[in-house]
Nanobody, 122 residues
């Protein structure tokens, strides 16, 4: 079973960068699509980015496209979300999720991490 664990969150000034990591327990990481979602207080969970199991396709929400980059290293069973030009509205709890099949941009994923907090100050 894929059990993602997020890390790399923190507090950063607007315009700064963070790199989130998503490590999967088990040995099935390479067989799963991976996505990042985020949820701010009082708001619904929001799709951020996704990458297919082979890394061949990536998807981004309009709000982060051009600023965030999703990647994966199957040899290390780890996914990444590089976040540049961060804005205060990016502040949220970021979750890594994985699934073998199904739509990539909806939150119906099979496995979820515990989340890592990203806070962007002005």
């Amino acid at each position: 079973q894929v059990q993602p664990v997020e890390s790399g969150g923190g507090l950063v000034q607007a315009g700064g960068s963070l790199r989130l990591s998503c490590a999967a327990s088990g040995r099935t990481f390479s067989g799963n699509n991976v996505a990042w979602f985020r949820q701010a207080p009082g708001k619904e969970r929001e799709f951020v980015a996704a990458i297919t199991w082979d890394g061949g396709n990536t998807y981004y929400s309009d709000s982060v496209k051009g600023r965030f980059t999703i990647a994966r290293d199957n040899a290390k069973n780890t996914g990444y979300l590089q976040m540049n030009s961060l804005k205060p509205e990016d502040t949220a709890l970021y979750y890594c999720a994985a699934r073998s099949t199904g739509p990539l941009t909806t939150p119906r994923y099979s496995y979820w991490g515990q989340g890592t907090q990203v806070t962007v100050s002005s």
